[in-house]
């Protein structure tokens, strides 16, 4: 019922020039999926790490500029042992859940399974091992041999967390970011007063013991939502077996555990040689103050990733390689745009939040800065790594990280002087030298083009960007023409005079369903097929069934150079009212029926009967080549073998292309005059206008080698029509 409650307020309170795009989300099953995911993921956190984030803040006053980066130092160090005692198991359950739960589910419960289990011995190990060489680390590692008994502590945190990787990689794995939004909500709520209790009563180790509590709830919450989940899936979980699944652990944990275990010992030797400096915990303070206040930006992106992960895995399994690859390149594209202004957001508010954490705290600008643009880095980095865990090359990553970890140690032991700056901007270059190692090697992958990629990815960004006044003002087109194309129509009724069904995708506002009635019932009164038109805009839908216009719809395009014939031939059909407007006659409104569905949703345009003639003219040129190609691919299963398929748009080679493979033939039948009967974009192209030659593609009629597939817009599927 939640659900269905924020659904109905999402529409209600979107703004009308934003329907458009949230029909085309509900039309896209990936679309759907993913913001559906981000919603619930993002609404449980934004409240329990803000609540995480005022803690720390109470915290931080609390304890001192010294014990809170003392604080720093046990994190860090659990963090170190952490990522062997996890063994990447999140990461490994993420993704074959998400891979088998509808395929395998027996499989998906034995990985469920053992990947707990596996946890348990990992997390157990490494926290015997911290608690056991405590007093050692205290005293030889991190200078500070009063915090011994503290790090045993730590040791229960970092059993607790193994069990919990394990366990929220199973739900991602099942999508079930709805349920982790609830645990995250909860967990967020009862962190606030047990962290601030705890570093009130009891000081750092309070602090320590808060973080352990917070956790071992945490691993409840868990442990019921799986066991939901796996209900819910019919996932069921066996020891039986499970021994099978240890080669997945081995062939794909342990590469990912490799990769990850060089983030922990690094920061902590850097953190080591930090705290050996002279004020080097105060320092080290300032530094986790400013990471700290990032970490809602932070969170939200690894938030995204965990949301990209089980979608781009179960894409990669099953779709296409070149579906995958598109996805990939839009998900790297648009969080990356979107790491841009969480970094320059932060940045500028940072001068009025940060002076919460004290007069004790001396934060200089270069310091944040550089702070921000390595969490930024590190967490475009966690794009880049849901992107190689799909594709089942994580050893990309372990080169990369180990790129980034001698480069980050060996500049740092020179800035190190330079205090928690030093430490910013030798971690900002590792990570940029690293990243642009990973980058090259997978867009050179994904894009699965020749050329240097970054030339590649510039290129796209620039389309992007070139795209998005576009796609704002075109791509949910609201405004079609009566008549657009006259030749066209005449030579359609032509090749097809008596159909019983006509489809007209992406119809607007109805005046091309209309004009194909009329024309019909001119021709033949007592045979006009019926015309369905569909549209992911349901302002334009409701326009067109009501069927009233202004004057300037009448003579919107190619027809205003033929004002005179076109309005004699209107004037039959439409019946002008008091209020200037022109209302479509009954007998042609009739025939015309109109409804939500969507171009690109295939689990839409698979209900539909075949019809014998299919339109789809005004949305086209607004898409990419891969859309484009997806679009005639379904676009062709709804025509009757032996009916028409006429298209508009498309730049001309991209148009070559995509026919020549679709197995339609092109019907060359007054071409030529249809070309040119389009006078208002031909004119746009003999004036020289090259923005709009690129974009509208309307150059003069050749006949050059594949002329008739660029040229053509009706197209014949092969086969009997009485079939």
């Given at each position: 019922m939640l659900s269905i409650a924020i659904k109905r307020a999402i529409q209600v309170c979107c703004p009308s020039d934003l329907k458009p795009v949230l029909a085309r989300i509900e039309a896209s099953e990936i679309g759907y999926r993913l913001v559906k995911g981000t919603f619930w993921s993002v609404a449980g956190t934004v409240i329990s790490r803000g609540l995480m984030f005022a803690a720390w803040v109470l915290v931080a006053r609390m304890l001192g500029k010294t014990d809170y980066g003392e604080l720093g130092?046990?994190?860090?160090?659990?963090?170190?042992?952490?990522?062997?005692?996890?063994?990447?198991?999140?990461?490994?359950?993420?993704?074959?859940?998400?891979?088998?739960?509808s395929s395998d589910p027996k499989r998906a419960g034995r990985i469920i399974v053992i990947s707990g289990l596996v946890a348990m011995v990992t997390g157990g190990l490494m926290a015997t091992g911290l608690f056991v060489f405590a007093s050692w680390l205290a005293e030889h590692t991190i200078n500070a041999p009063h915090l011994a008994g503290v790090l045993r502590?730590?040791?229960?945190?970092?059993?607790?967390?193994?069990?919990?990787?394990?366990?929220?990689?199973?739900?991602?794995?099942?999508?079930?970011?709805?349920?982790i939004a609830y645990v995250n909500l909860f967990v967020g709520i009862i962190s606030f007063p047990i962290l601030v209790g705890g570093a009130y009563f009891g000081g750092l180790t309070g602090a320590v013991w808060a973080l352990a509590i917070n956790l071992i709830v945490n691993w409840f919450l868990n442990h019921l939502a799986l066991r939901k989940e796996a209900h819910r899936h019919k996932v069921t979980f066996s020891f039986r077996k499970c021994s099978h699944e240890l080669a997945i652990l081995w062939s794909f944990s342990l590469p990912m555990v490799l990769s990850s275990s060089l983030a922990g010992p690094v920061m902590w030797v850097c953190n080591s040689l930090l705290v050996n400096k002279p004020e080097g915990y105060a320092e080290l303070g300032l530094y986790t103050a400013v990471y700290k206040f990032y970490s809602p930006a932070i969170f939200l992106t690894a938030i995204l990733s965990n949301v990209y992960l089980p979608i781009?895995?179960?894409?990669?399994?099953?779709?296409?390689?070149?579906?995958?690859?598109?996805?990939?390149?839009?998900?790297?594209?648009?969080?990356?745009?979107?790491?841009?202004?969480?970094?320059?957001?932060?940045?500028g508010i940072s001068p009025i939040l940060l002076p919460m954490y004290g007069n004790d705290y001396d934060f200089r600008f270069l310091l944040v800065f550089l702070v921000i643009l390595s969490a930024t880095l590190s967490a475009f980095g966690g794009y880049l790594n849901s992107v190689l865990v799909a594709m089942n090359i994580p050893w990309y990553g372990l080169i990369g990280n180990a790129l980034w970890a001698i480069i980050y140690v060996g500049l740092f032991l020179y800035c190190s002087r330079y205090g928690a700056i030093g430490m910013a901007f030798s971690l900002s270059v590792s990570l940029l030298c690293s990243q642009v190692f990973i980058e090259y090697h997978m867009l050179k992958r994904i894009f699965q083009q020749k050329g240097n990629p970054f030339a590649i990815v510039f290129f796209r960004i620039f389309s992007f960007f070139k795209s998005i006044y576009r796609r704002k003002n075109l791509l949910m087109s609201t405004t079609t023409a009566f008549l657009r194309n006259i030749v066209q129509l005449n030579t359609i009724y032509d090749l097809a005079n008596s159909p019983q069904r006509i489809y007209v995708f992406a119809c607007s506002q109805g005046c091309e369903a209309y004009s194909l009635a009329m024309i019909y019932h001119k021709k033949n009164p007592d045979s006009i097929p019926h015309?369905?038109?569909?549209?992911?805009?349901?302002?334009?839908?409701?326009?067109?069934?009501?069927?009233?216009?202004?004057?300037?719809?009448?003579?919107?395009?190619?027809?205003?150079?033929?004002?005179?014939?076109?309005?004699?031939?209107?004037?039959?059909?439409?019946?002008?009212?008091?209020?200037?407007?022109?209302?479509?006659?009954?007998?042609?409104?009739?025939?015309?029926?109109?409804?939500?569905?969507?171009?690109?949703d295939p689990q839409f345009t698979q209900t539909l009967d075949k019809a014998d003639i299919v339109f789809c003219q005004n949305v086209l040129i607004h898409m990419t080549e891969a859309e484009n190609k997806d679009a005639i691919e379904l676009l062709a299963n709804t025509v009757r073998p032996g009916g028409l398929l006429v298209i508009g748009g498309m730049r001309l080679p991209v148009r070559e292309r995509i026919m020549k493979i679709s197995g339609l033939v092109p019907i060359t039948t007054n071409c030529r005059e249809i070309h040119e009967a389009q006078k208002d974009l031909r004119n746009l192209w003999n004036r020289n206008m090259a923005m709009n030659r690129s974009y509208i593609a309307m150059p003069p009629f050749t006949q050059a080698e594949g002329w008739e597939y660029q040229f053509s817009t009706i197209f014949r599927k092969e086969g009997s029509k009485s079939t």
């Amino acid at each position: 019922m939640l659900s269905i409650a924020i659904k109905r307020a999402i529409q209600v309170c979107c703004p009308s020039d934003l329907k458009p795009v949230l029909a085309r989300i509900e039309a896209s099953e990936i679309g759907y999926r993913l913001v559906k995911g981000t919603f619930w993921s993002v609404a449980g956190t934004v409240i329990s790490r803000g609540l995480m984030f005022a803690a720390w803040v109470l915290v931080a006053r609390m304890l001192g500029k010294t014990d809170y980066g003392e604080l720093g130092m046990i994190q860090s160090t659990v963090g170190m042992f952490g990522v062997f005692a996890g063994f990447g198991l999140g990461l490994t359950a993420t993704k074959h859940v998400a891979e088998y739960r509808s395929s395998d589910p027996k499989r998906a419960g034995r990985i469920i399974v053992i990947s707990g289990l596996v946890a348990m011995v990992t997390g157990g190990l490494m926290a015997t091992g911290l608690f056991v060489f405590a007093s050692w680390l205290a005293e030889h590692t991190i200078n500070a041999p009063h915090l011994a008994g503290v790090l045993r502590i730590s040791a229960l945190i970092l059993f607790v967390n193994a069990l919990n990787g394990a366990q929220t990689g199973a739900l991602a794995g099942f999508e079930a970011f709805k349920t982790i939004a609830y645990v995250n909500l909860f967990v967020g709520i009862i962190s606030f007063p047990i962290l601030v209790g705890g570093a009130y009563f009891g000081g750092l180790t309070g602090a320590v013991w808060a973080l352990a509590i917070n956790l071992i709830v945490n691993w409840f919450l868990n442990h019921l939502a799986l066991r939901k989940e796996a209900h819910r899936h019919k996932v069921t979980f066996s020891f039986r077996k499970c021994s099978h699944e240890l080669a997945i652990l081995w062939s794909f944990s342990l590469p990912m555990v490799l990769s990850s275990s060089l983030a922990g010992p690094v920061m902590w030797v850097c953190n080591s040689l930090l705290v050996n400096k002279p004020e080097g915990y105060a320092e080290l303070g300032l530094y986790t103050a400013v990471y700290k206040f990032y970490s809602p930006a932070i969170f939200l992106t690894a938030i995204l990733s965990n949301v990209y992960l089980p979608i781009l895995s179960n894409s990669y399994a099953s779709d296409s390689s070149q579906r995958f690859s598109t996805q990939a390149k839009r998900m790297l594209m648009t969080n990356g745009l979107g790491l841009l202004f969480l970094f320059s957001l932060f940045l500028g508010i940072s001068p009025i939040l940060l002076p919460m954490y004290g007069n004790d705290y001396d934060f200089r600008f270069l310091l944040v800065f550089l702070v921000i643009l390595s969490a930024t880095l590190s967490a475009f980095g966690g794009y880049l790594n849901s992107v190689l865990v799909a594709m089942n090359i994580p050893w990309y990553g372990l080169i990369g990280n180990a790129l980034w970890a001698i480069i980050y140690v060996g500049l740092f032991l020179y800035c190190s002087r330079y205090g928690a700056i030093g430490m910013a901007f030798s971690l900002s270059v590792s990570l940029l030298c690293s990243q642009v190692f990973i980058e090259y090697h997978m867009l050179k992958r994904i894009f699965q083009q020749k050329g240097n990629p970054f030339a590649i990815v510039f290129f796209r960004i620039f389309s992007f960007f070139k795209s998005i006044y576009r796609r704002k003002n075109l791509l949910m087109s609201t405004t079609t023409a009566f008549l657009r194309n006259i030749v066209q129509l005449n030579t359609i009724y032509d090749l097809a005079n008596s159909p019983q069904r006509i489809y007209v995708f992406a119809c607007s506002q109805g005046c091309e369903a209309y004009s194909l009635a009329m024309i019909y019932h001119k021709k033949n009164p007592d045979s006009i097929p019926h015309i369905f038109g569909f549209d992911i805009d349901r302002e334009c839908l409701k326009k067109a069934e009501i069927g009233i216009y202004s004057a300037k719809d009448l003579l919107y395009g190619s027809n205003r150079h033929d004002e005179t014939t076109v309005t004699r031939f209107l004037s039959k059909y439409l019946v002008l009212q008091d209020d200037g407007n022109y209302r479509v006659v009954e007998s042609i409104q009739s025939q015309c029926s109109f409804a939500f569905g969507s171009i690109l949703d295939p689990q839409f345009t698979q209900t539909l009967d075949k019809a014998d003639i299919v339109f789809c003219q005004n949305v086209l040129i607004h898409m990419t080549e891969a859309e484009n190609k997806d679009a005639i691919e379904l676009l062709a299963n709804t025509v009757r073998p032996g009916g028409l398929l006429v298209i508009g748009g498309m730049r001309l080679p991209v148009r070559e292309r995509i026919m020549k493979i679709s197995g339609l033939v092109p019907i060359t039948t007054n071409c030529r005059e249809i070309h040119e009967a389009q006078k208002d974009l031909r004119n746009l192209w003999n004036r020289n206008m090259a923005m709009n030659r690129s974009y509208i593609a309307m150059p003069p009629f050749t006949q050059a080698e594949g002329w008739e597939y660029q040229f053509s817009t009706i197209f014949r599927k092969e086969g009997s029509k009485s079939t």
